[in-house]
């Protein structure tokens, strides 16, 4: 890389993520290509691969970019707030990840994908984002639940994660998907993304404060 370019290599990265960003609110993974998105940069296609090797490569930034987002929501709960009920702290964070349609969706249908085919530093690179999610939100448990101890905290995230990558399928089903449960005869009921995550992370939070705050009284 040339001396003084850095910038503009992060200008170009943020393009080329910008662009698959937009392909993808309206086109699926599997369908958008490096040619898609280079038909939407300022600069030619081939000039892509000085970036990213892969099409992976680029949703796998973008799903770093949107935990990222996901992470400062997070911090800004926890400098604006002093306390928080088990309900309040549980509207915060459904709020945030209501925020976070494309995050979800990354999760729980590409990511097999995206982290089978990106270079091992590109996927080194995401983790580090992924696992300062994680700490961020212990941090939001050890200030808001103080009673919420460390295998309590461990709990909650072995609990919380894994469920993120589920909830987006939960939310979102196509015209298609919705007649085929008709007809089978599910009994299917759509929830938004606030709705499951609220009520999710209040009964979690609930249940470890019936586990700890009786204790906490009789000492």
């Keep these: 890389m040339p001396k003084g370019s850095e910038k503009l290599t992060n200008a170009r990265k943020e393009e080329i993520v910008n662009a698959c960003a937009s392909l993808y609110e309206t086109m699926g993974f599997k369908d958008i290509t490096i040619r898609d998105i280079g038909e939407k940069t300022s600069f030619t296609r081939t000039s892509i691969y000085n970036y990213f090797q892969t099409k992976e490569e680029i949703f796998l930034a973008l799903l770093q970019r949107e935990h990222e987002a996901w992470i400062a929501d997070l911090e800004t709960i926890i400098h604006q707030h002093e306390s928080l009920s088990a309900g309040e702290f549980a509207h915060e964070l459904a709020v945030t990840l209501e925020r976070r349609g494309t995050m979800l969706k990354l999760m729980s249908m590409n990511l097999y994908d995206m982290e089978g085919n990106s270079r091992l530093e590109n996927l080194v690179s995401f983790k580090k984002v992924y696992a300062k999610a ?79 705050v009786p204790e906490t009284h009789q000492s």
């Design 134 to 212: 994680m700490r961020t939100i212990t941090c939001c448990l050890e200030k808001f639940f103080p009673y919420m101890g460390v295998n309590d905290i461990q709990e909650f995230l072995y609990a919380f994660f894994p469920f993120l990558f589920g909830l987006y399928p939960y939310t979102t089903a196509t015209d298609k998907q919705k007649e085929a449960m008709e007809i089978a005869r599910v009994n299917y009921v759509q929830y938004s993304v606030y709705e499951i995550t609220k009520s999710f992370v209040t009964k979690m939070l609930f249940f470890f404060e019936k586990e700890n």
